[in-house]
């Protein structure tokens, strides 16, 4: 592939035009001057709850200028096709009109796309209706928003790549309204320390470095290079410092390498939703509890009593300049313009997150997950399962797939390595 692309991963597996369910149906042909009575009392005798997809009437054109109307009488039953066994409302209507009722095969569910509607339509009419919710990016992308998605995405590729020549995952978690980046992390499942004076765990969460390939074991070849696109199930033993690709890894390495600390939680979303809730504590303080107050800050109060409100909208106008703070709360943002958890924002992934990150996501309130590469085995948007369809949820986001072009994914050199922090009493290792 010579250039971006954006794939929307729908709520629901595609399924092939020519395979599509069936289920039969009876219908009859009427004359044009009763069809008005009959649907009338069809939709009251019988009405097709479950195919409301489904046109009633069918429409063909014979020669000679004239038209044909089939309508749809009712459900056959499954087991027992013979006329005998259709409801006695709709025995009634067929003898009160002298309709000829026969068997034919409608499709069973919505189309999910305009290929599946007209596929569709040769065995019945049926209703389309694109994706209407209120996500940008679902019916496509201005060139504008384009270039926005492919430049995050590459900072996400950059960063995944930033390790001692092993490739991890990486997120960027960003604020669409504003394009402005709001926090990033690679996987953060293995601390390496030698402190004694100091929680390993705090340790590698405030000082990350990517971990080197070097404290793997078994002796499994790790990929320093980007995956092709189409990204195959055999290869996700090679990526072994992707979390979401492995995310039983860290139980294997724990009983291999005893000086380092393996977090099982610490995948790359769930390390910038971190990062993302710790911006939100320094730029508003006075929400917090007297223990998530970032040093220096221990003078604010809260601004109220008990726990405060739940706010599900970012006031973007009061937090875009980070400049233009708010002297009386001690030069920090108004606690107006906190936003809720990451509401409205959207999240770039290397690879594909599993359930645990894509539930963590659902939590946060994102708005639209960005992801370049698969996950064939413990994919949770797509490869494997579909949260992001799940009626049950609370929350729903849009979920796209960014094919990278060829100069990202053959581009040999590594961006160096982020710069580690020596500390005198510790000295940290996370991937």
Known sequence: ??????????????????????????????????????????????????LRHVKRIQKKFLEGGKTQLSMILCLADENDNRMNSLPQDVQELINSYQLSPFITKVCKNAALSK???????????TSYHPPTYNIDGITGFNEDDSQSIFSFMKSAVELAKSGDGLIVNAAVIVDPSIKQEIASACDQICCCSISTEKNSLESCSEQPEVLSSDLFSNGESNHTSLPPNDFPSETRKSYSGVSCLNPWR?????????????HPLRHAAMAAIQS????????????????????GVH??????????????????ANVENSEELDPSAGGFHPESARPYLCTGYDIYLVWEPCVMCAMALVHQRIRRIFYAFPNPNEGALGSVH???????LNHH?????????????NKNEVVAARTSTTNTNATTVCQ
């Open 1 to 50: 592939m010579d250039k971006w692309q954006i794939i929307h991963i729908p709520n629901k597996p595609a399924i092939p035009p020519n395979q599509q369910p069936t289920v039969n149906v009876f219908a009859s042909m009427v004359e044009p001057k009763r069809v008005n009575t009959i649907i009338r009392r069809l939709n009251q005798v019988a009405p097709l709850e479950n």
């Open 115 to 125: 290929e599946e509607w007209e596929e569709q339509c040769k065995l019945w009419p």
């Open 250 to 262: 860290w139980a294997q390495e724990n009983s291999h390498t005893t000086s380092c600390y393996w």
């Open 276 to 295: 993302s809730a710790a911006r939100d504590r320094l730029l508003f303080p006075g929400m917090g509890h007297e223990g998530d107050k970032p040093n």
């Open 299 to 316: 003078n604010i109060q809260p601004t109220s009593i008990g726990t405060p409100a739940k706010r599900q909208k970012t006031d973007h």
């Open 386 to 392: 579909r949260l992001q369809g799940e009626k049950s």
């Open 397 to 409: 986001y849009a979920v796209f797939r960014v094919l990278l072009p060829k100069e990202i994914l």
